[in-house]
């Protein structure tokens, strides 16, 4: 953001409804219309506070945030709920890992996925003080566009040159444990059967 402190919110619209904005100075941008107003601009001169914004959610791709609380009392607030989870999801942030808390679990949005160091019933007044740099998560390191694999039993930083082995990885072990799950679930399985099924499965590779 150029240096420029802002805000994520959402407001009334005059007919009804509500809608996400970045909040810069005392100026509201709808995030709909900033995102088609600076794709349709062939503007190239200086930024203003405006066009920051814009520039932003044009880069903005699909993502994960990791959020490190570095209160005295991590999570003794919530910074994610029903309004942050839903500004972020319409911004292209799929989830969120943090060792912070969340709050307003059955209002998050639809589709956003998150996990923390627990729920607590109160937000609080929360204060950005660095984006894009390395965050500690319960011990995770994490540098900004590292790969995350998460899920409901944790999140893993998993090294970029190794993604690409995965899939065969991944192959290898499911078939080695396919061949201990059958014979475990095959009538009369023993320790000798246990054995063997054990040799078969180290033979895979």
Request: aromatic fraction near 6%; proline fraction near 3%; hydrophobic fraction near 45%.
């Amino acid at each position: 953001m150029n240096g420029s402190a802002f805000k994520l919110a959402t407001f009334a619209k005059p007919g009804g409804g509500s809608f996400a904005a970045i909040v810069l100075d005392d100026t509201a941008i709808d995030l709909a219309a900033a995102q088609t107003a600076y794709r349709a601009s062939a503007r190239k001169g200086a930024l203003s506070s405006a066009d920051s914004i814009q520039g932003l959610l044009e880069d903005w791709d699909a993502n994960f945030a990791v959020l490190q609380d570095i209160d005295d009392r991590p999570g003794f607030g919530a910074f994610w709920g029903e309004v942050q989870s839903t500004l972020h999801l319409a911004l292209g942030v799929q989830g969120c890992v943090t060792n912070g808390s969340f709050r307003d679990v059955e209002a998050l949005a639809t589709g956003f996925q998150i996990i923390g160091g627990g729920v607590r019933p109160s937000h609080a007044h929360v204060h950005m003080v660095q984006m894009c740099c390395e965050v500690n998560v319960f011990g995770m390191l994490v540098k900004h566009d590292d790969v995350i694999h998460a899920d409901v039993h944790g999140a893993v930083v998993i090294p970029a040159d190794a993604v690409k082995a995965l899939p065969d990885a991944i192959a290898v072990i499911a078939r080695r444990e396919k061949v201990i799950l059958d014979a475990a679930r095959t009538p009369g399985f023993n320790k000798v059967k246990l054995r063997e099924a054990l040799k078969r499965a180290s033979e895979i590779h």
